[in-house]
């Protein structure tokens, strides 16, 4: 497909973010079968009439308009981003500014994607690592992998389906630094397990906007009793009763509500997809509420 392209032309300061798209990325639609107009469908520029998003308790500005919203009859299914090609696309501001626009309220789409004539690569939503990498100058031979990220067939049926996006993996790709502490606000938790003998993991859901998240905060033994010690007696035994025998975790049912301070942890592989686990280094409040009734 590039065959006859002079990538030393990259090289070239009057080879900016319009030719990537005319040269690179505009083929590669084609040959994909996107068009301006019929069932796949490309639309130019799409602006965002209100251009912020909620990830977490943080309102983030949306600075970019993609260069290309992909569709398949009037569902929006994919960005894509074009960058000049000094521009790194790679887990940079302009990778952050990507997912902030594919999950806002009027795209919410899974996957994006940006090119700067040297490198595609496309992301999804719910997970850290790239789901495909490539050098332009290899696109050729690895097409098999590219259709498989942008082909109409995989991202109407991703791999992953049916999970809720995780939270702190959220803030990780929102632009959220690991090393600064933050505060997580009255979480109504839902299964706390043992892991280890000095590691418990609590998981919840939280709905800070739109989109239902799935966060894990991760506790040590000391600050798993802390937050016990501040529950009844009459609430606080049958869990420590639950945590000493298999399967080592108790149902809480969003009865016990979580204020803490933490830091977000590493990349970690689940079963069935990435997360960000929450680290746990204060306790600030728990509350027992025994009216709450979670919506299944």
């Known amino acids: 497909m590039f065959s006859d392209f002079d990538f030393s032309v990259l090289d070239s300061a009057i080879f900016k973010e319009d030719s990537v798209r005319e040269e690179i990325i505009a083929p590669i639609l084609r040959r994909l079968g996107y068009r301006s107009s019929g069932s796949l469908r490309v639309q130019r520029s799409k602006a965002l009439a209100h251009p912020f998003v909620m990830i977490g308790s943080k309102r983030q500005a949306v600075n970019i308009i993609p260069d290309y919203t992909l569709y398949i009859d009037d569902r929006a299914i994919a960005i894509i981003e074009a960058k000049a090609p000094q521009e790194p696309v790679l887990h940079s501001y302009h990778v952050e500014q990507a997912y902030s626009y594919a999950i806002h309220p009027d795209i919410r789409v899974k996957h994006y994607a ?10 999804t939503t719910d997970q850290w690592k790239p789901l495909l990498h ?12 590219v259709e498989e990220a942008l082909h109409p067939r995989f991202l109407l049926n991703p791999s992953l389906r049916g999970f809720s996006p995780d939270y702190g993996l959220a803030m990780l790709k929102g632009g959220f630094k690991r090393d600064i502490p933050h505060v997580f606000i009255r979480h109504h938790l839902q299964t706390l397990l043992r892991v280890t003998d000095d590691l418990y993991t609590v998981c919840t859901t939280t709905m800070p906007g739109e989109v239902e998240y799935l966060a894990s905060f991760d506790l040590s033994a000391k600050l798993c009793k802390d937050m016990l010690s501040l529950l009844p007696h009459e609430v606080s035994d049958p869990i420590k009763d639950a945590l000493s025998r298999n399967p080592f975790q108790v149902e809480l049912g969003g009865k016990v509500l979580l204020t803490c301070s933490g830091h977000l942890g590493e990349v970690t592989q689940g079963q069935f997809e990435e997360f960000v686990p929450i680290i746990v280094s204060e306790i600030d409040e728990v509350i027992f509420d025994p009216s709450v009734t979670l919506t299944p």
């Open 114 to 123: 940006l090119c700067n004539g040297r490198e595609l690569i496309v992301y």
């Open 134 to 145: 490539v050098p332009v100058q290899e696109i050729e031979e690895r097409w098999a992998e």
